[in-house]
């Protein structure tokens, strides 16, 4: 028996009354910024007076008047390109190392993964102790015990972006792996096993059958990879910090999302730092839909 129009209307109200609260937060904290945000982009703002409009000004500003912008774009694209390849492959093949017929099979499951739901916080203090200078670091303790010079890693232009790559590399694995995990048992069996009868080695298959068929698992982390390299700051902002700002020496580790909170949040620049952030909208978003467009693929077994 169909219920009448009241009926339904009645329920339709009640269900508005239940996600109602959920939709007032979202317009109070993240649909509020948002707008509030993109409005301030356009204006000079440091959160104590009034918004003054300045126009185009600070965009103008950002792309041909401040070196240290285009110092953080360069630490970020190679932040980017230093952990993403080497995460990619290191996840994949502790994926396939985990998924053959091994014992403790869970627990180096549950090791790898601990890492990825620890808090950033807590990580890039360990790692930063690790990373201490002269012979106080265990890594350099390493060092020493192998007959090799101590780095100052955290106080080097040289060696600190490449300090936090290690540190974000190690902290992504047990993520990715799970993911790959699960692409690697939804491959049905029956493929391996006909390749197999027809002569196919370990490689033959790893190439011609594995790779081909992670390829959506390969694609969706890239894509999250690249969106989480260009929003780091939690491990930059920990291994960096000092009386002098972040970044590390010279801006050597500055990324951009660690530019924007110190125009923001230490400068008071907040008409400044919400342009920086709609730049970073934009490019993320912008190549988001360019891996989308041109690696989506049809995956037949």
Sequence with gaps: MKKGFFARLNEAKWSYVFIAPAVLLFFIFVLGPVIASFYWSFTEYDAIHVPKWVGLDNYKNIFFNDPRFWKAVRNTFLY???IIPPGVALSLLLAIAVDQHIRFKSFFRTIYFIPSVTSVIALSVIWKWLFAGEKYGLINHILMLAGLQPVD??????????????????????????????????????????????????FEKFWYITLPLLKPITVFVVIIGFIASFQVFERV????QSELGIGGVLDSALTIVAYIYDMGFRKFKMG????????????????????????????EY
Aim: proline residues 4%; hydrophobic residues 60%.
């Design 80 to 82: 980017t390109v230093g």
């Design 153 to 202: 890693w955290l106080m080097s232009p040289v060696w600190t972006l490449p300090a936090i790559m290690i540190m974000s590399i190690w902290a992504g694995l047990g993520y990715n792996m799970i993911l790959f995990l699960a692409g690697l048992q939804a491959i049905p069996k029956t493929v391996y096993e006909a390749a197999e009868i027809d002569g196919a080695g370990a």
């Design 237 to 240: 902002y920990i291994m960096t």
């Design 272 to 299: 400044y730092a919400s342009a920086l952030g709609y730049i970073v909208f934009v490019v993320v978003f912008t190549i988001t839909m360019i891996n989308i467009k041109f690696v989506k693929t049809r995956i």
